[in-house]
């Protein structure tokens, strides 16, 4: 459990100042808040290192095969004026959506 975990847990009340120390530029970072109260500093050292070492991370190569690419489309494009009784439809009558993009893709519309 690390230091800034084991404060959280006992309260900062009972934590010796020290604990709460970090060995990272977090700690500076937190320092140059100048007084606070122990509470607040304690989360923002928290979330601070949080960010601290999720920055440092370097995601893990894929070694599966990625999938295939999706097909080329085959639906023609609607028209810009039936994109926009799709749109109106999004905003005012999602109800009716339904039956629209059926009709749509009845007419081999996208």
Same mark, same amino acid.
């Given at each position: 459990? #690390? +230091? /800034?975990?084991? !404060? ?7 934590a $010796?100042?020290?604990?709460? %120390?970090? &060995?990272?530029?977090? #700690? +500076? /970072?937190?320092a !140059? ?7 607040? $500093?304690?989360?923002?050292? %928290?979330? &601070? ?59 081999g519309?996208?």
């Open positions: 459990m #690390d +230091a /800034l975990t084991h !404060a959280a847990l006992i309260g900062t009340a009972r $010796a100042k020290d604990t709460l %120390a970090t &060995a990272t530029p977090v #700690d +500076a /970072l937190v !140059a808040l100048g007084e606070v109260e122990r509470e607040r $500093a304690l989360l923002l050292q %928290a979330g &601070a290192l949080a960010i601290y070492r999720e920055a440092g991370l370097v995601p893990a190569l894929r070694t599966d095969p990625l999938p295939d690419p999706a097909p080329d489309e085959t639906l023609r494009l609607c028209s810009p004026e039936a994109a926009a009784v799709v749109q109106v439809l999004l905003k005012h009558h999602p109800e009716l959506l339904p039956e629209a993009l059926d009709r749509m893709i009845n007419h519309l996208r």
